[in-house]
């Protein structure tokens, strides 16, 4: 297995040292560091072709469009889904937002939410219909009893988080989405964590499934939706303009075929060109020595944090279906960003502190902030080590502190 040594020479922002010595990056949830080679290719846009793409019949404008088509595909492939069902977004937020705004819902409609879902992937229902939550189990980001109970009620739409953001815990997706899909539901995926570590190969009962670019290596402003062909016939697209019609006339208009219908205006045609060269670099690797990777990241997580009685580790200690995503509260410390803070200034550590937009999570389990350490494939064991140490001579003069 390749060391996570082997990678860091990728990344420049870890040659940075800061005030209290070697920089330790582990605020991956929120978002990756980017290796040299995403860099490069959006530099490259820039310095040799910056042409806008599909509009032009020269040479520049074709080397773009070609690029950005190779991209879209790419991710298909990856995907196990035509090109055609694959939409460029700004964001997990703004595919989610499209798909919600462009169902034919009404407020009396139900859709399932489950309660570890990010913000970004409840807020845009709960504005429309009315939400039936699914709890979390402590092993998983839903319990079963909850899920069928939920089912019952024939919800419309039924939304999933692929791995939660708080916890770690994935979902088992083929089985949820195929009883959803049973039970007469839409099924929306929120991918954002999951997409980094694997990318799934999308099932049939899947409608939807959202990711960002910029939390697996690739640059902030894209994003990829996948749209399954029976949402796309019943999608209204939300935003219209240059790129969305094949032919318009003053007294009407004809959508063109998805995605481009969904894709309106000029696109983050540098963003394509970065996430392409994010997913090659995440294909050299492999997903099977990413999964390896993070299950050792995992496993010292979890021994690390099991080892002191003044954490709690929020959604349990079991590694089953888990990615090396942590949050833990520190007893006596209701206010972790004093420790994500003294983290940052004396020893160099990048965590975050908070409710990481899944504010119903924490109300639902008592707790009103935790601290998440989110290494990914860059970072070492002994960089989680030294996290937990740091802990441990913060922890006493914080909560004492706290008093
Ligand atoms: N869903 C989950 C599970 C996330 O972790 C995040 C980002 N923290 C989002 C959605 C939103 O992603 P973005 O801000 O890139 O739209």
Redesign the pocket.
């Known amino acids: 297995m390749t060391a996570a040594v082997d990678f860091r020479a990728d990344f420049p922002v870890l040659r940075r040292v800061v005030d209290a010595g070697p920089l330790v990056y582990l605020d991956n ?2 978002t990756s560091l980017k290796p040299q080679s995403v860099i490069d290719a959006m530099a490259g846009y820039y310095d040799s072709v910056s042409a806008n793409i599909h509009r032009g019949k020269h040479i520049l404008s074709e080397e773009a469009s070609e690029r950005f088509e190779q991209v879209r595909a790419r991710i298909a492939a990856r995907l196990g889904v035509p090109p055609r069902n694959i939409v460029f977004t ?5 595919g ?1 937002n499209l798909v919600a705004s462009g169902l034919p819902l009404t407020e009396t409609d139900l859709v399932a939410i489950p309660l570890d ?2 913000h ?2 409840q807020l845009p229902w709960r504005e429309r219909c009315r939400t039936v939550w699914l709890a979390a189990s402590p092993y998983a980001t839903v319990d079963e009893e909850s899920f069928r109970a939920a089912l019952d009620r024939s919800p419309r739409v039924v939304v999933l ?1 692929a ?3 708080v916890t770690g815990h994935t979902a088992d997706l083929d089985r949820l989405t195929a009883q959803a899909r049973e039970a007469g539901a839409w099924t929306v995926v ?1 991918a ?2 999951l997409a980094p570590h694997r990318l799934p190969r999308i099932g049939e009962s899947v409608d939807a499934l959202a990711f ?1 670019a ?2 697996m290596l690739g640059p902030t402003g894209i ?1 990829v939706l996948y749209l399954s062909d029976r949402l796309i016939e019943e999608l209204t697209p939300s935003k219209l303009g240059g790129g969305t019609v094949d032919w318009a006339d003053e007294h009407e208009f004809r959508l063109r075929r998805a995605p481009y219908r969904f894709e309106p205006g000029t696109p983050n045609i540098s963003g394509v060109y970065g996430l392409g060269a994010a997913l090659e670099y995440l294909d050299a690797i492999g997903e099977a020595e990413l999964a390896a990777r993070d299950q050792d990241l995992l496993t010292v997580l979890l021994a690390q944090a099991k080892s002191r009685p003044y954490l709690t580790v929020l959604g349990g200690l079991s590694d089953r279906d888990r990615l090396p995503v942590l949050t833990v509260a520190l007893r006596g410390v209701p206010d972790p960003s004093t420790i994500a803070r003294a983290l940052s200034d004396s020893y160099g550590v990048m965590c975050r502190s908070g409710y ?2 899944a504010q119903p999570y924490f109300a639902a389990h008592g707790q009103t902030a935790g601290l998440r350490i989110a290494p990914y494939l860059y970072n070492t064991e002994g960089e989680i080590e030294h996290t937990f140490a740091a802990l441990d001579e913060l922890h006493p003069l914080l909560a004492e502190r706290a008093r």
């Open positions: 949830a929120a700004t964001n997990t937020t703004d989610i879902a990010h970004s992937a988080t791995a939660s953001n929120d954002a964590q960002s910029h939390k994003g990481f937009c």
